[in-house]
């Protein structure tokens, strides 16, 4: 059973993948979670999932992260009369809130928010950027266009809006359904769509409480200008780089990942790398090339967790892409420069006691003579989101008293969880549960040193204070 890794591997659920045995295949091949995508399904066959992945969980005796990503506002144009059209480049077309079907020359476009916000000069993008419009004027009901650059257009393809913030919220009334339902199930993550601005996790947040934890897409340039204060708000963070790439010059889609991936680490957050990490392989057995070596970059670059789209949900080859992913994870990370790679995120003063334990815990097992592992004890997870930033050459175990701690430390990079609610009402246990495990996963001998971390009070969530050495009898 895969669980060799630091990175850890996200699949999606759909047609591909929701019979037992396919989601049993998935798990031995080396998924540690899976995304439920509530843009597409009914509640019923998502309800059905779930139930079959917990039961797989229990059986393997894994503790698999479930997330639910909420579809968010999607920005459409209507029907053509035709089904599809052809925009040819320089002539004016018109995007309008009339229903009738389109044509040539206009479409309507159900989205008076989008009228609200554009203005003359704005680009507008549709069918996945294949297509520009330029504004020429607009008011509160239609928008008059020049093609910039044509293409065939058919019913319902996306509308993108580089640069431009709407007034809307990232949670539709869609959204906040598929919200209740998937908290009413006991998902373990959310992931929040259409994140334009800080606020939008503040609402989000609001609606979930302690449900649930949150991950904002980073698929919006406005939210790039935010990105600090949404990481900070966050407890994860996913690189949604398929719309990133449309509303963002594609070029700059390297260098923002690494600084997504850079700003995550600096404040303790799980981040994901996500869409097109395996393409191709929706259709053939093998790989290109170059998606070897793109995913080889997401573990270079410290990503926690990488993340397959429509490879698992609709693909042909759904279990040897998930096993094809891990063997180059393992490769990329038995290469011994690994650990160089990841020495860029400066920790500076430390303005907590977590960041200040943690880091003198990554240091001492630099220098202490056969460490075994890292065992931290956490009731919130905080504390192993900590250990994890430092990203130690060491495993990672992390034993909490929660059930769903456990679950949601799932997409967090080099950590296996355990439950144990024994030692949150003993402190004299710490040493000899820290044992217990370590040896249990192989990790180590008797001589061997094991460094633990802890919030004490044990149990007391959000402090990390606590820095331990135990030598294995």
Known sequence: ????????????????????????????????????????????????????VRDI???????????????????????????????????????????????????????????????????????????????????????????????????????????????????????????EFALSLGVDWISLSFVQKAQDVKEAKALIGDRALVISKLEKPSAIEELEDIVKLSDAIMVARGDLGVECPIETVPVLQKKIVATCRKYAKPVIIATQMLESMINSPMPTRAEASDVATAVYDGADTVMLSAETAVGKYPAETVAMMHKIISEVEHHTGLCKCFLGC??????????????????????????????TYTSSGFTTFSMARERPDLPILAITPSKKVANQLGIVWGVR??????????????????????????????????ISTAGFPLGQQGRTNLLHTIKIP
Do not use: W
């Open 417 to 450: 969880s355990f439950i144990n609610k024994d030692v949150f009402l003993s402190f004299d246990l710490i040493e000899e549960i820290a044992v217990k495990y370590v040896k249990s996963c192989g990790y180590g001998k008797s001589g061997d040193y094991i």
């Open 57 to 179: 969980a229990d059986s393997y005796k894994r503790h698999i992260s479930i997330i639910a990503d909420m579809q968010g506002p999607k920005l459409r144009v209507g029907r053509f009369a035709n089904g599809k059209i052809t925009l040819q480049s320089g002539q004016e077309f018109v995007l309008d809130l009339d229903e009738k079907l389109g044509d040539e020359h206009r479409v309507h476009l159900p989205h008076k928010e989008i009228f609200a916000a554009v203005k003359k000069g704005d680009i507008l993008l549709l069918n996945d950027g294949n297509i520009a419009l330029e504004v020429l004027s607009c008011d509160d009901s239609h928008a008059v266009t020049k093609v910039k650059v044509g293409g065939e257009l058919s019913d319902h393809k996306g509308v993108n809006l580089p640069n431009i913030t709407l007034p809307i919220s990232a949670l539709t009334e869609k959204d906040k359904d598929d919200l």
């Open 1 to 52: 059973m895969p669980e060799n890794t630091h990175t850890k591997i996200l699949a999606t659920l759909g047609p591909a993948t929701s019979d037992k045995e396919m989601l049993e295949k998935l798990v031995e091949a080396g998924a540690d979670a899976f995304r439920f995508n509530f843009s597409h399904g009914t509640h019923e066959e998502h309800a059905k999932r779930y139930q079959v």
């Open 346 to 375: 400066e920790v500076g003063i430390c303005e907590t006691e977590a960041k200040g334990i943690t880091y003198a815990a990554s240091e001492l097992a630099k220098v202490l003579p056969n460490v075994a592992a890292i065992v």
